[in-house]
T-cell receptor, first 109, second 116 residues
Framework: GQQLNQSPQSMFIQEGEDVSMNCTSS?????WLWYKQDPGEGPVLLIA?????ELTSNGRLTAQFGITRKDSFLNISASIPSDVGIYFC?????????FGTGTRLQVFP | NAGVTQTPKFQVLKTGQSMTLQCAQD?????MSWYRQDPGMGLRLIHY???????DQGEVPNGYNVSRSTTEDFPLRLLSAAPSQTSVYFC???????????????FGPGTRLLVL
């Protein structure tokens, strides 16, 4: 089945650093979503994007819907220890969601 | 509201056994879905339902059956368990298929399944 290419696979950063991750697809999407998953729990929605070029923030998180509609980016500024987790992008070509493979983020104090 | 609940939390099966993973939501959501999560694979859609009595296949439906007799419940049946079905299974629901902030998809806590 189709999956999104998400990079990087993992990141090890120091508290206070900024983080960037991205997701690319061979298909055009109508919606891009970013989720965070904590250990032992289900994913939780962080940001939803609906229009090409859209830039949306949620606190220290900022995500963008790529102009080509085939990619999306998530930035986390001034990381803190509770940012630790796995971040997933997801795209909606029709009425199904397709998830990326995830970026595992570790934040060291 | 309890949100999305899943039972059991953990399950060990022998190859060939069958079982049903339960999923229920109390938010009157129309859209419900089942995903499996494997290391390095992200979440993959197994089956989904856009309303009571309506189900459809996702990316990886083989070996699984679903039904949606009520709005609240969406059980996932493993017909004859295989080691390849060892995974973490998540049920999710949302008000609509738009999946956005206003209609966010809520995930259950997951069922961890080991097939020996």
């Amino acid at each position: 089945g189709q999956q999104l290419n998400q990079s990087p696979q993992s990141m090890f950063i120091q508290e206070g650093e900024d983080v960037s991750m991205n997701c690319t697809s061979s298909s055009i999407f109508n919606t891009w979503l970013w989720y965070k998953q904590d250990p032992g729990e289900g994913p939780v929605l962080l940001i939803a994007l609906y229009k090409a070029g859209e830039l949306t923030s949620n606190g220290r998180l900022t995500a963008q819907f790529g102009i080509t509609r085939k990619d999306s980016f998530l930035n986390i500024s001034a990381s803190i220890p509770s940012d630790v987790g796995i971040y997933f992008c997801a795209g909606r070509p029709t009425h199904k969601l397709i998830f990326g493979t995830g970026t595992r983020l570790q934040v060291f104090p | 509201n309890a949100g999305v609940t899943q039972t059991p939390k953990f399950q060990v099966l022998k190859t060939g056994q069958s079982m049903t993973l339960q999923c229920a939501q109390d938010m009157n959501h129309e859209y419900m879905s089942w995903y499996r999560q494997d290391p390095g694979m992200g979440l993959r859609l197994i089956h989904y339902s856009v309303g009571a009595g309506i189900t459809d296949q996702g990316e990886v439906p083989n070996g699984y059956n679903v039904s949606r007799s009520t709005t609240e419940d969406f059980p996932l049946r493993l017909l004859s368990a295989a080691p390849s079905q060892t995974s973490v299974y998540f049920c999710a629901s949302s008000y609509s298929i738009r999946f956005g902030v206003q209609e966010t998809q809520y995930f259950g806590p997951g069922t961890r399944l080991l097939v020996l």
